[in-house]
């Protein structure tokens, strides 16, 4: 699990490239739905570097450990859903969601028919009651995490197609698709199980630098040699 086509970088590294920019006059602007800097000069952006969750991006422009920080990571695909809560960049509490939703012979979910006639069918029904039933429960569980944990980050890993699904369910989310604290996960993922939600424990607190074209011959930071890095999990 890996943000396409970028290196990790230390803490180190990620402290010489802000020097690096100031040095150059480049521009740094912070975006806070996706936790990220963009770094652009003149020409265009440069580079984007993804903050480690367990960091903030201080008013003085840096960066710097948050002293105690929470979220909750949402990875929805169609039938299964994984929800869990990190406190300091440790998973503490996961729930794993299954609904039977997929037709399968088009292999396709059934909320992509609700138009159709097919809906009236005994099996259509069916999908169609796990799949309301489904988002109804990650939210439910969402919520309890919202009333018992003082929550920074909210992490959503989901297809927009299903976003309504999940915002105009029964019991609704504790944040809305507008949510200052809403993060759409860069992390591609296949399953949505638990062993993915682990690979985020690392994930989200790393530095993942992506360089444009023209950025890659301005930049001179050296990738971390570290075989874990490499694997394609």
Request: include cysteine; hydrophobic fraction near 45%.
């Given at each position: 699990m890996k943000i396409p086509q970028t290196q990790?970088?230390?803490?180190?590294?990620?402290?010489?490239?802000?020097?690096?920019?100031?040095?150059?006059?480049?521009q740094i602007h912070y975006a806070p739905e996706k936790h990220q800097l963009l770094i652009e000069?003149?020409?265009?952006?440069?580079?984007?570097?993804?903050l480690p969750w367990t960091q903030a991006w201080l008013p003085e422009g840096r960066f710097g450990l948050a002293?105690?920080?929470?979220?909750?990571?949402?990875?929805?695909?169609?039938?299964?859903?994984a929800v869990g809560y990190f406190h300091q960049g440790i998973l503490l509490d996961h729930k794993v969601f299954r609904?039977?939703?997929?037709?399968?012979?088009?292999?396709?979910?059934?909320?992509?028919?609700?138009k159709t006639k097919g809906k009236s069918r005994a099996g259509s029904r069916i999908r169609l009651e796990e799949?309301?039933?489904?988002?109804?429960?990650?939210?439910?569980r969402l919520q309890v995490y919202a009333k018992q944990y003082p929550l920074n980050f909210w992490g959503l890993g989901c297809a927009k197609t299903m976003w309504p699904l999940l915002f105009d369910a029964a019991a609704?989310?504790?944040?809305?698709?507008?949510?200052?604290?809403?993060?759409?996960?860069?992390y591609p993922f296949s399953k949505a199980s638990f062993?993915?939600?682990?690979?985020?424990?690392?994930?989200?607190?790393?530095?993942?630098?992506?360089?444009?074209?023209?950025?890659?011959?301005?930049?001179?930071?050296?990738?971390?040699s570290n075989t874990e890095e490499d694997d394609s999990w």
């Open positions: 990790v970088l230390s803490d180190d590294q990620a402290l010489q490239l802000l020097k690096l920019a100031e040095l150059k006059g480049w000069n003149v020409a265009g952006w440069l580079a984007k570097l993804y002293e105690d920080v929470h979220y909750c990571i949402t990875m929805v695909r169609a039938g299964q859903a609904a039977y939703m997929v037709r399968q012979k088009q292999g396709k979910s059934q909320f992509k028919y609700l799949t309301l039933l489904f988002f109804k429960e990650i939210n439910e609704p989310p504790p944040f809305s698709s507008k949510s200052a604290e809403l993060i759409e996960l860069p062993e993915e939600l682990q690979e985020l424990e690392l994930r989200l607190t790393q530095f993942h630098l992506l360089l444009s074209p023209l950025g890659e011959p301005l930049m001179q930071i050296q990738q971390v």
